[in-house]
Structure formats: C-alpha cells, structure tokens
C-alpha cells in the first residue's frame, strides 16, 4: 500500500517534522510513504488540480478529507485499521491524506474523498498531520496483531 500524506501548512514545526520522519521509518516495515508539506496557495492550488485529474483516470486510490474540530466522521483505531485493510483487499493501491485544507463544500465530493475527523478539538495541521501518522502506525500494528506498545 501506498500512503501519501498532503498537508497544507505554511510553516511546519520542526518537532512534527522530527516526528513524522519517526512514524515514516516505523511504516517502512508495512507500506511506502510519502510526507509533502504544501506551504503556499499556489502549491495548494496545483496539488488540486492533480488530485481532481488522478480520481478521473484511477480507481486504485482512495482520497481521505481529514480534519479537526468537528464531530463528523470520527472513527477510531481499529475502525481505520479496517478501513485501510479492506481497501488493500479491493484492490486499492494507493491512500491519499489530504491534512489541513482549506473547507470547501465541493472539492471533497470531486475527488469522492472520504471524510475523518481525528478530533473535537481545533489542531493545528501540522500536528494534525503527525498524528494521523501515528494512528496509520497503530493501525498496520492492528491489522497484523503486533502490540502497540512495547
């Protein structure tokens, strides 16, 4: 599986950063990762773009809306552990996370992107994105019934 991670935050703190190098090195064992920071409209914007053109031309890869501070959507640990299972048995090779963009009402429906709330409470993206990071390490942990703690 493939897990890309797309966070719009001009300006990322350097622990999220140290953290999500950790939680990329711990997922190494269970797919490929890939952490991009967009810090810019303009990046926004582009990535966009892309993303409104990959959902028309594949249907191996599956859009994740996640986002703070509403009770939509909320699911938990082995609820996305299931998630990420079942979508690797039909055939879906690739999870897009889109963390901290901005809300609007039709672009998530344009790219059939699910939406997961990780939280009630307003999270600044960045740690928002590390996070997520975490509970996808919990999850693969779940799916091949490894302890989480050691």
């Not at 890869?61 to 938990?76: I, P, R, T």
């Not at 990780?118 to 999850?139: C, F, G, H, P, T």
Request: charge should be positive; glycine fraction near 4%.
């Amino acid at each position: 599986m493939n897990i890309e991670i797309y966070t719009y935050c001009p300006s990322p703190s350097s622990y999220c950063k140290e953290g999500q190098k950790e939680y990329e090195k711990r997922l190494s064992r269970y797919c490929k990762t890939k952490h991009t920071f967009l810090k810019n409209t303009k990046q926004l914007e582009k990535k966009k773009a892309s993303f409104l053109t990959s959902c028309e031309t594949s249907k191996k890869q599956l859009f994740l809306w996640v986002h703070a501070g509403s009770c939509k959507s909320n699911m938990n640990s082995g609820q996305l552990a299931k998630l990420i299972e079942e979508k690797g048995i039909q055939g879906v090779s690739s999870l897009t996370f889109l963390v901290g963009f901005p809300d609007e009402e039709d672009f998530p429906s344009r790219i059939n992107a699910c939406s997961l709330s990780i939280s009630r409470m307003e999270i600044d993206s960045d740690l928002l994105s590390l996070i997520l990071e975490e509970q996808i390490y919990r999850a693969y942990r779940i799916i091949h019934k490894e302890p989480y703690h050691k």
